[in-house]
């Protein structure tokens, strides 16, 4: 069996990326595959990594999914330093990787937009790099979202741009370009890994967001592109 592991960013914060993780997490947990979820640094508060906890079955705990948080609801960077404290990137690998060798796939949830300071000199695009992990954009799908998800492709290391995916999020209220973006941004990037997922609300309840047909749809044809299971059955095939 093949370890995977995705990362989940965003082109902003409060995208939608804790949404996904968890929907991500609680499929397959479902499907009966070993998966952990991660949201290794936030600030602001435990909302999101409590959400994955409990999306992930409980299989770790809050400080195993969370090991560093800051209080100031401030970019991860700049809330350690008010605390005095600081993250390097080889204490993020190390713990990803001892959950890597428990998993067979490791769900990471970043903090903020791609390029956003997690800890000293580092972001979640080198953490992708260190990680060898498959990139998952999310974007809400409104006007600008063309610009946002290809800026955010192309900030991304080449390798990972190459097998990355990309979640359209319709949003609270729609405009005039939510559901138009996806064919504009397939004439840059290949449809065939865009997905739309619908509204859920932002305290969305999991059970019915598994069960929302529309997330249902999407939710499958992104494990057929990751190669994971349908949805009911065990059978993993992965890719790194």
Known sequence: MTRTTLFITGTDTGVGKTMLTALLAGYLHECGVRAAALKPICSGGRDDARRLRAASAGVLTLDEINPWHFRAPIAPLLAAHREGKRVKLPQVLAHVRAMQKRFDVVLIEGAGGLLSPLGEKFNSRDLIAALGATPIVVCPDRLGAVNQVLLTLEALPRNAAAKA?????????????TGA?????????DKERIFLLPWLGRHFDLTRGLNN????????????????????????SGKG
């Open 181 to 189: 973006n996806v064919n504009l941004i397939g004439e840059f990037f």
């Open 213 to 236: 047909l529309r997330a249902q749809k999407a939710l499958g044809k992104l494990a057929g592109v990751l190669n994971f299971p349908a949805k009911n059955r065990c059978i993993f």
């Open 165 to 177: 995916c990309v979640i359209l999020i319709s949003p609270s209220g729609p405009d005039s370009s």
